[in-house]
């Protein structure tokens, strides 16, 4: 977002300088336009000098000099003659100039009359040509606002694009990678065959069961697991039957253990354990014979097992009232203890 706004602001800011920059150009031209008129004032002195050449002729005045006069007309005329013009003017201004030049040979008014009728036409199509020249520049400067104006649009709205296609692509790869990050973090904490969590995250969740407890001042209860006479299962149907038993048990696990704060693990081969937070014995005791109960009624053929027809679990478990001074180390042993006289006392039963 940040990036876009950014490439935005620079589009907007380089239009701004590059419309700064045509406008000044604008004022540039106007300065010449306005600056070509000092020469055009230049043209009046002209034909003003001759006005008062032929006054001071026709006077017959004695102190009347045309050497004075001559260089007055010379030094204008010069000044205009040597300003910047165009092809197409300076074609007419050398046509007039040789006639300026050899206008003062002799003291003829009529000459002097026709030389400020040219140069006064000359005025007149100065002005005529400058008016002109704007007029095509202005026209020039408008398309040229138009142009620039459509460019930046196009600029703009091809940026736009750009950057909201990158920035679609990295949402997609962001979301790509959330996918992922999820994806490996639950493999990371999941047993693959069972899906329920695994040894490490169980680790991680029991190491701080009774911290848990105790904060939250919670009986909390841990659970063992142990698919009776297993081995013997394996040996008479086969590690493939005995994988699909394995995960019918523990989806029936998963299922009835499903609520929140309650967390059900793969502890390794065919044992599993159960973390519950915030049961109390009642609870606890009516959990387990349920599940006893449930594994039953899988009805999962085993002719081995010298308990039943069917396959059956033992199971041993401990609950941890907050405030108990007991490591997790320990309340492990202790549910490994009773799951241990669960199988002696005959399988198929829990011992809490």
């Known amino acids: 977002m940040m990036l876009l706004l950014v490439m935005i602001l620079t589009l907007v800011s380089a239009s701004f300088l590059f419309n700064n920059q045509i406008d000044k150009l604008k004022k540039q031209i106007d300065i010449i336009y306005f600056g070509n008129f000092v020469p055009v004032l230049k043209l009046n002195t002209v034909v003003n000098s001759y006005k008062d050449l032929i006054i001071c002729i026709e006077n017959n005045n004695s102190s009347c000099s045309m050497l004075k006069y001559k260089k007055i007309i010379d030094k204008n005329w010069s000044y205009y003659f040597n300003s910047y013009k165009t092809e197409s003017e300076r074609a007419v201004i050398n046509a007039v100039d040789d006639d300026l ?10 000459k002097f009359n026709i030389m400020i009728q040219k140069v006064t036409f000359l005025i007149d199509y100065e002005i005529e040509e400058a008016y002109k020249q704007r007029k095509d520049f202005l026209s020039e400067y408008k398309d040229m ?4 104006f459509y ?18 692509s990295i949402i997609k790869k962001d979301n790509q990678l959330t996918v992922l990050n999820k994806k490996y973090k639950l493999e990371a904490i999941t047993d693959s065959m069972t899906m329920l969590y695994n040894r490490n995250y169980f680790d991680t969740i029991f ?21 009776d006479f297993f081995k013997q299962y394996n040996d008479t149907y086969g590690h493939d039957m005995g994988d699909k038993t ?7 696990l998963k299922k009835y253990f499903n609520k929140e704060y309650e967390y059900v693990f793969r502890l390794g081969g065919e044992e599993f354990g159960a973390v519950l937070f915030d049961v109390d014995k009642q609870i606890l005791e009516q959990c387990l014979k349920d599940i006893k109960d449930h594994i039953v009624k899988l009805n999962i053929e085993h002719k081995e097992s010298k308990v039943a027809s069917h396959v059956t679990i ?16 320990k309340l492990y042993k202790k549910a490994d203890e009773n799951l241990y006289k669960a199988k002696q006392s005959g399988r198929n039963q829990y011992v809490m």
């Open 246 to 252: 394995l995960k019918a048990v523990a989806t029936e």
């Open 207 to 227: 190491d701080n069961l009774p911290v848990i407890s105790t904060a939250n001042n919670w009986a909390s209860a841990f659970i063992m697991f142990d698919i």
């Open 151 to 168: 460019n930046i649009i196009a600029i703009v709205l091809l940026s736009l694009g750009i950057i909201s296609f990158i920035i679609y």
């Open 145 to 148: 606002k138009e142009y620039l």
């Open 314 to 329: 033992s199971i041993g478990a401990v609950l941890y009232e907050a405030g108990m001074e007991i490591s997790s180390n």
């Open 101 to 110: 030049r050899s206008s003062f040979d002799g003291k003829d008014p009529l």
